[in-house]
């Protein structure tokens, strides 16, 4: 997915340039000064922000312009043209506005300018009181969200974590290969949370919530009313019942706190082994080998990552991590875990100093179940986010919801798709009627390897192979009877944005009409 340039590259915007250099729906990237601008153009409307993304500094140059908007083509982020505003997750941050003079056939960027971001219009009847549980990415999302918004009233998040909302994503991948320093970490902050007046209640275990009397129970025995409710719990990661999993050098990995103690394990480690071969188990044995210990994989499937990305791409991750010098032993688990080995159903004997499990997760559901809440192999959900009580939101790993795509109800354990259900269920609460409707996008870093994933694919027929998987330049299609479902692509970035408006399109047409929140396709 590359590294955005220090430097701002392309034409300086400020000296003007020909107004033919931005051909209508199109886009150039230049400078200003030492700023990286962006200008755009739709009809005879011209925008200039800022040209790097807020998120993870991606180059917006490069991405795609649908309607009023900009796509990152890293993650696919959304800003507005008009007002800068980060209209879809991850990135969450503004981008500048300049503005745009012509004369003389040129198009001159001149001074900053704040963006001329619309006034949100809320029922009048909104809530005095609103209580999110969970402090990870959809509890986040939605409490900025409510602030950005202009909601005014009481706003608590309660976490069991030790830490305030991180970008978790990198725990596994930059931050624990050493490439990313702990300050990149927290997505806001400690004195954000008291500037928006968001009550962040850390080390907090909720006992109970009850719809009814519109209560949330803490463990400590204290009680928090509540008019409007946001469960964002998350998921948990699946703990193996084997002897030896309960050893101090045995880690998973979903907290900050899970992480740090990894990274210090990792420090002093020669040898690991990584149980389970999922994105976040090969993510960490990428990281772990960036730090030269030795890394051994265990899994009982043929391949990795063959039920998502089928065959050919599992044959091909699993090629680049031995090329990376990690040892994979699949079709069969560990039977034991002893101080400095792990023993394997197979007879096999692995030495390790370091053991991380990542055997996947499960909705944190109890809660809910509780509640009296309709369940659905998760939290039940309608298209609005809403569970079975009135007032009552969910959203992120433990929502599932009625995919418009299909028509399926699906759940999906992805970072973006639970900050942008998040911003969703914040509107909603305000007494929006928005339909979620995003398209699911995750996104996998692995040594120099990018993988972006578009859509959701829980079972497909057909993947189908444009471009070489060798040359790390292709896009793979994943159908079911014919009808496109979701699309990978590796290291062709527009390619995956194109994919999305697509899928995008596909809901569209097969909805309409549907109220959008912020954008029209062209």
Partial sequence: MGTAQDKPSGPDLGEGVPLGDVPDGGM?????????????????KFYAIGATCTHYSGPLAEGLMVGETVRCPWHHARFCLRTGEALGAPALNPVSCWKVEQ?????????????????????????????????????????????????EGSLTMLSSDDAPPCDRPNLSKDYLAGNAPEDWIPLRPPEFYRDAKIDLQLRTEVAAIDPKSREVRLARGRSIGFDKLLLATGAEPVRLKLPGADLPHVHYLRTLADSRALVAKALASRRAVVIGASFIGLEVAASLR????????????????????????GDFIRGLHEEHGVTFHFGTTAARIGEHEVALENGETLQADLVVIGVGVRPAMSLAEQAGLAMDRGVAVNEYL???????????????????????RIRVEHWVVAERQGQTAARNMLGRRERFEAVPFFWTEQYDFGLAYVGHAERWDKAEIDGQLAARDCSITYSRGGRKLAVAVIHRDLAGLRAEVELERSIAAGQRPIARAHEHLQ
């Fill in 290 to 313: 960036a730090r030269q210990v030795e890394v051994h994989v265990v899994g009982p499937e043929t391949r990795p990552m063959e039920k998502i990305l089928g065959a050919e791409a």
């Fill in 28 to 44: 150039l990237g230049g400078h200003v000064g030492g700023d990286a601008v962006l200008v755009a153009r739709r009809g005879d």
């Fill in 386 to 408: 809403e569970t079975s009580a009135a007032g009552v939101f969910a959203a992120g790993d433990i929502a599932r919801w009625p995919d418009p795509l299909t028509g399926e």
């Fill in 103 to 151: 004369r003389n056939g040129k198009l001159f960027v001149r001074e900053k300018t704040e963006g001329a971001r619309a006034k949100r219009v809320t029922p009048a009847a909104k809530p005095g009181r609103i209580v999110i549980v969970g402090g990870g990415a959809a509890g986040f999302a939605a409490a900025e969200m409510l602030r950005r918004e202009g909601f």
